[in-house]
């Protein structure tokens, strides 16, 4: 089944230790996003990649950062956690910008 | 400033009997709008999509309706079965625009049985 994987699920990590997020996809999809959910409230995409070309949303803090590699796997890098990044983080893939997108399992992320 | 807002953050509903699952936007470039359920632990799912040029679109159980003056929409689910009880998100697009979704925080359904 074609599908989105992230890995890990669950992740503890310690204050301001960096930590690294990862997601594949089988779709062949050109678009991979992250969003970062945190409890009650709607997920707040951080960036895309379409293809190659990265895009930040605006308000998206400078400790967090993304790296694509190939069409099948985008990274998050938190080079500095803090207690306020624990959170839900969503990746999701789509053919293009405007089409429905289909998300990952989600990595829990818990900052000590 | 919430573009998309689903102003129920909870909604039960007996076993057999239709949901109504409400959503609110202020953008009105919006023009494309999706329909997410997420349980506990998972991703979100899609469920349905409607575009600004139609005001119903249905799939099985679910129906979705897009009123473009009131810049409302809402999902309908009938019957309602344990198996819904998730949080359902909306988003919007200004497809036109390709811009990104914006998710609305989402409402959590249970069904009771």
């Known amino acids: 089944d074609a599908m989105v994987i992230q890995n890990p699920r669950y992740q503890v990590t310690q204050f301001g230790k960096p930590v690294t997020l990862s997601c594949s996809q089988t779709?062949?999809?050109?678009?991979m996003y992250w969003y970062q959910q945190k409890s009650s409230q709607a997920p707040k995409l951080l960036f895309h990649?379409?293809?190659?070309?990265?895009?930040n949303e605006a308000d998206t803090p400078d400790n967090f950062q993304s790296r694509r590699p190939n069409t099948s796997f985008c990274f998050l890098d938190i080079r500095s956690p803090g207690l306020g990044d624990a959170a839900m983080y969503l990746c999701?893939?789509?053919?293009?910008?405007?089409?429905?997108?289909?998300f990952g399992p989600g990595t829990r992320l818990t900052v000590l | 400033d919430q573009q998309v807002k689903q102003n129920s953050p909870s909604l039960s509903v007996q076993e057999g009997r239709i949901s109504i699952l409400n959503c609110d936007y202020t953008?009105?470039?919006?023009?494309?709008f999706l329909w997410y359920k997420k349980y506990p632990a998972e991703g979100p799912t899609f469920l349905i999509s409607?575009?600004?040029?139609?005001d119903k679109n249905e799939d099985g159980r679910f129906t979705v309706f897009l009123n473009k003056s009131a810049k409302h929409l809402s999902l309908h689910i009938v019957p309602s079965q344990p198996g819904d009880s998730a949080v359902y998100f909306c988003?919007?697009?200004?497809?036109?625009?390709?811009?990104?979704?914006?998710f609305g925080p989402g409402t959590r359904l249970s069904v009771l049985p």
């Open positions: 999701a893939t789509s053919p293009g910008l405007t089409d429905t997108q289909y």
């Open positions: 779709l062949n999809h050109n678009v």
């Open positions: 990649y379409y293809d190659k070309d990265f895009n």
């Open positions: 953008n009105s470039m919006f023009d494309y």
């Open positions: 409607i575009s600004s040029i139609k």
């Open positions: 988003a919007a697009s200004p497809r036109n625009y390709g811009q990104n979704f914006v």
